[in-house]
């Protein structure tokens, strides 16, 4: 039977279980570098989570930058304990589609991230991107340590007026700091490097950061 799709995220008290421990396992290494993506971020590296629609092609526009160590699909920013990929469709866990990416910001600062972030979705549309609707698909930037806040804030700023000067409207993205984040089904990881024909429905605002 068709359910029309959830565009609010429901409460802790309204959201699925979930359970203690995940019911799939997850690859340990990058299907494209090799690199871990599972397990302990290694040592003097960080890390930032992004919403930007299906988190697939979001995947992909980050895993070749240089400074990247390894991407990863998964879901957050929610209040389910290890859910299913057919739990975070349903709308019942309140976590988003995200890509976690972890980093040496030696040589990738933050801040560059962030301009790839903005650029290659549209902030500015609540809960769905583009065909994709749902509160799954909504834009947001996840932080691990409250001293980025300002910085992913000054980011928003920054795109938002560069929005406005393009005639376009208000940025919907949710920054927050220390979400729960849980690796999404294997199938899911480097999709786009396993299927390159697959779907992909990530399209920005044509509006350059800078």
């Known amino acids: 039977m068709w359910r029309p799709k959830l565009m609010s995220i429901p409460t802790a008290d309204q959201a699925l279980p979930g359970r203690a421990e ?13 690199n871990l993506i599972a397990g302990e971020r290694p040592a003097g590296l960080s890390e930032v989570l992004f919403g930007m ?14 400074g990247v160590y390894s991407t990863a699909v998964g ?22 589609e995200l890509v976690r990416v972890w980093f040496d910001e030696q040589q990738l600062p933050l801040e560059q991230l962030l301009a790839v972030f903005w650029e290659s979705h ?19 930037i996840y932080l691990s340590q ?7 804030e000054a980011s928003r700023e920054h795109y938002q007026q560069r929005l406005y000067a393009f005639g376009m409207g ?28 697959g779907y992909c429905g990530l399209g920005g605002c044509n509006v350059s950061f800078d």
């Open 22 to 34: 995940p019911l799939y396992q997850v690859p340990q290494r990058h299907h494209v570098n090799g």
């Open 53 to 66: 629609g299906c988190f697939w092609g979001a995947e992909r526009k980050f895993w070749s930058l240089p």
């Open 75 to 96: 879901y957050g920013a929610g209040h389910t304990q290890h859910p299913t990929y057919e739990e975070v469709c349903s709308g019942m866990t309140g976590h988003n």
């Open 122 to 140: 549209d902030p500015t549309q609540g809960m769905r991107q583009g065909n994709d609707i749902g509160t799954q698909y909504r834009s947001g």
């Open 146 to 152: 409250a001293a980025d806040l300002a910085r992913a």
């Open 170 to 197: 208000d940025i919907t993205s949710e920054i927050l700091i220390d979400v729960p984040f849980y690796l999404a089904e294997g199938y899911h990881q480097q999709y786009l490097a396993k299927n390159p024909n």
